[in-house]
């Protein structure tokens, strides 16, 4: 916790439903802390705390990034997402959100649904995407992630289209099946790979995609790589046989180490931040904490490609990683609003009547 200075971690464990929650807050300066809650079989407690503790703060710099008055925060539940007590379970998670008193505010993730989310409202009020307000943010964060690579594209060819240009998608769940959607009706080539083969199916039936094995998706010689699956994926093993002049996905943390963004800005590899590149899901529950209209969100999202391409503006600038680059602007802008705060700003209280801000 205090390498990378997070405020609050809660652990519980709820004899009666199984359930084991972790909820880390990595920073309340800009505001409550706000991500989802992932649902994942972890080897053990101590992956589920480091992943959750990366996420959080990977929320803070996404939202001080995008520009919103939000702090960065996460959660995950600890066993087996494919359970049937999932009610149970998940409004054992909303009673652990409610007791951080409004500090934290909850949405769906790897693991979890608007389904879900409706469970976890059963015992808070603060959580977003809900069914009929924000509601599932794929298809925004996989805009955002197109914009984001098409900045990239626009960095690396001097052109930004995407046509013809052949992209390796990792995990076609949520996420990935609306980015394959929107680079098809581009004219992109795709290769994709998942573990779950019916939804590979499903995007090489609909988007013409060419399926391989989710082990061989790292060595596919192609233009661009998108990570839209776990995180870690740029690590020692992939770096052997990575073929691409770009990465840029909807991944959380898809560097392993710092090192490998090193790595990649060495061999000439354009990186969008993850952080930066994913932030359309943010920006869209958001909106429904701050009231915006959809098409506002759909506006903010598509900022994304100037946020990307001035970062990466940056790093060639300055001489350093992309990675590092965007981590300085996030720090840059929590240090602004600390300095002239004083002090963290009050959490945002869901009314409870309206369930809105």
């Keep these: 916790m205090s ?44 992956e589920a705390l480091t992943d959750v503790l990366r996420l959080s703060r990977g929320m803070t710099y996404k939202a001080a990034i995008a520009g919103l008055d939000l702090g960065g925060g996460k959660s995950v539940i600890v066993g087996d997402n494919k359970t049937m007590d999932r009610e149970r379970i998940l409004r054992a998670h909303g009673r ?13 993730d790897v693991g979890t649904s608007m389904s879900d989310m409706e469970f976890v409202r059963q015992e808070t009020d603060h959580v977003v995407g809900l069914k009929g307000r924000s509601g599932d943010p794929s298809p925004v964060t996989a805009f955002g992630v197109y914009r984001g690579m098409k900045a990239c594209a626009q960095f690396r060819y001097g052109d930004d289209s995407l046509v013809g240009k052949i992209v390796a998608v990792q995990g076609v769940g949520h996420v990935g099946y609306c980015l394959c959607k929107l680079l098809h009706e581009e004219g992109a080539t795709l290769v994709v790979a998942d573990i779950d083969h019916e939804k590979v199916d499903r995007v090489v039936k609909e988007f013409g995609a060419k399926a391989i094995r989710d082990d061989e998706i790292y060595g596919v010689a192609a233009d661009i790589f998108a990570p839209c699956a776990l995180g870690a994926v740029i690590n020692d093993d992939s770096l052997k046989v990575l073929k691409v002049d770009i990465v840029a996905g909807g991944a959380n943390n898809q560097l392993a180490e710092d090192r490998h963004g090193d790595a990649l800005d060495a061999r000439g590899v354009i990186y969008a931040p993850d952080y930066v590149n ?22 903010k999202t598509s900022e994304i490609y100037g946020t990307v391409l001035g970062v990466l503006e940056i790093a060639r600038d300055e001489g350093i990683p992309s990675y590092r680059a965007a ?28 369930r809105g801000v």
């Design 3 to 46: 390498v990378d200075q997070h405020e609050q971690v809660s652990f519980v464990y709820d004899p009666d439903t199984g359930y084991r929650g972790i909820i880390a807050i990595h920073s309340t300066i800009l505001g409550p802390a706000l991500g989802g809650t992932r649902f994942w079989n972890y080897a053990s407690e101590d």
């Design 96 to 108: 652990h959100v409610e007791a951080m008193g409004g500090r934290y505010i909850t949405a769906e």
């Design 278 to 299: 994913n932030g359309g899901g943010l920006i869209n529950v958001n909106a429904e904490l701050a009231g915006w209209t959809l098409e506002q969100a759909h506006q």
């Design 327 to 354: 981590r300085r602007l996030a720090r840059r802008r929590l240090e602004d609003v600390k300095q002239k705060a004083g002090t963290p700003r009050k959490s945002r209280k869901l009314v409870k009547s309206g």
